[in-house]
């Protein structure tokens, strides 16, 4: 049984807090451009999980959405605030999906971009097994080589390009292989959605390739409420590919 731990993280700005969670394998850096464009209205907070960026982790192991998410409410907690709009981007999503089970009252709304609800399939499954095998093997640049452009929407930007790589490289390939299987096992949220009674917006990028926008579509609808907003020109990182359209809508829904 592994503790909770504090997450570091990068902050900005004044008033109630807008955590934000990032995705695999990516940091706090996922963020940024909303880090900068909220301020004026959050205490923007965006956190490296476990192993990621500045939370160092010598011996990554346990790992799973559910340590994620105590992870964060732990920080939470240091930070000394109840409650945060979370935000939360793919395996964020899944975070996110974790921290409402298990610690729902520190969630004041929610805000997911492309994610789902599902649990890995089986083929899925063996799919992580041969990542977090062949990351282990050939190393994290060869891994965004196959996986990188197909996080990209049709005409990404040169800066989200290297944003990305940059991250992917900057990962620890231990901590990759352990958060691929933590992903593999996770559970199936799609019964939470129904119990979602928070503001909830749900982002995503036109042009995801790994996660159609037409499921998520859909996903969105079982929550009651919940605002769907396309990100256009964007594939599966809008934070990066569009992140002006991205501060626009959350903006809007945080000030709403
Ligand atoms: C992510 O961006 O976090 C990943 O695509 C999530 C996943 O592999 O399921």
Same mark, same amino acid.
């Given at each position: 049984?592994?503790?909770?731990?504090?997450?570091?993280?990068?902050?900005?700005?004044?008033?109630?807090?807008?955590?934000?969670?990032?995705?695999?394998?990516?940091?706090?850096?996922?963020?940024?451009?909303?880090?900068?464009?909220?301020?004026?209205?959050?205490?923007?907070?965006?956190?490296?999980?476990?192993?990621?960026?500045?939370?160092?982790?010598?011996?990554?192991?346990?790992?799973?959405?559910?340590?994620?998410?105590?992870?964060?409410?732990?920080?939470?907690?240091?930070?000394?605030?109840?409650?945060?709009?979370?935000?939360?981007?793919?395996?964020?999503?899944?975070?996110?999906?974790?921290?409402?089970?298990?610690?729902?009252?520190?969630?004041?709304?929610?805000?997911?971009?492309?994610?789902?609800?599902?649990?890995?399939?089986?083929?899925?499954?063996?799919?992580?097994?041969?990542?977090?095998?062949?990351?282990?093997?050939?190393?994290?640049?060869?891994?965004?080589?196959?996986?990188?452009?197909?996080?990209?929407?049709?005409?990404?930007?040169?800066?989200?390009? %290297?944003?990305?790589?940059? =991250?992917?490289? /900057?990962?620890?390939?231990?901590? *990759?292989? @352990? #958060? $691929?299987? +933590?992903?593999?096992?996770?559970?199936?949220?799609?019964?939470?959605?129904?119990?979602?009674?928070?503001?909830?917006?749900?982002?995503?990028? %036109?042009?995801?390739?790994? =996660?159609?926008? /037409?499921?998520?579509?859909?996903? *969105?609808? @079982? #929550? $009651?409420? +919940?605002?769907?907003?396309?990100?256009?020109?964007?594939?599966?990182?809008?934070?990066?590919?569009?992140?002006?359209?991205?501060?626009?809508?959350?903006?809007?829904?945080?000030?709403?």
């Amino acid at each position: 049984m592994t503790d909770p731990m504090k997450l570091a993280y990068e902050e900005r700005g004044s008033g109630p807090v807008l955590l934000m969670i990032h995705g695999f394998p990516f940091d706090r850096r996922q963020w940024f451009p909303q880090v900068a464009g909220l301020a004026d209205i959050r205490t923007c907070v965006a956190v490296d999980l476990r192993g990621h960026g500045l939370s160092l982790d010598e011996e990554p192991r346990d790992y799973s959405m559910d340590l994620f998410a105590d992870d964060i409410a732990a920080t939470l907690e240091d930070i000394g605030v109840d409650q945060a709009d979370i935000a939360g981007l793919s395996m964020g999503g899944y975070v996110a999906f974790a921290l409402w089970r298990r610690h729902r009252a520190r969630v004041r709304s929610l805000i997911l971009s492309d994610t789902k609800p599902e649990a890995d399939s089986d083929e899925a499954k063996a799919g992580r097994d041969a990542a977090a095998k062949a990351i282990l093997d050939e190393g994290m640049a060869k891994f965004h080589a196959g996986l990188g452009p197909k996080l990209m929407g049709d005409d990404p930007s040169a800066d989200a390009v %290297e944003r990305i790589e940059q =991250m992917f490289v /900057d990962t620890d390939p231990g901590v *990759a292989a @352990a #958060v $691929a299987i +933590a992903m593999r096992d996770r559970q199936d949220s799609t019964s939470d959605l129904g119990t979602i009674d928070v503001p909830t917006l749900w982002l995503h990028g %036109e042009q995801d390739k790994l =996660m159609p926008i /037409d499921d998520a579509r859909a996903r *969105a609808e @079982a #929550v $009651a409420g +919940a605002r769907f907003i396309a990100i256009p020109g964007a594939g599966h990182v809008p934070t990066l590919e569009n992140p002006d359209a991205v501060s626009t809508a959350m903006r809007e829904f945080l000030t709403t």
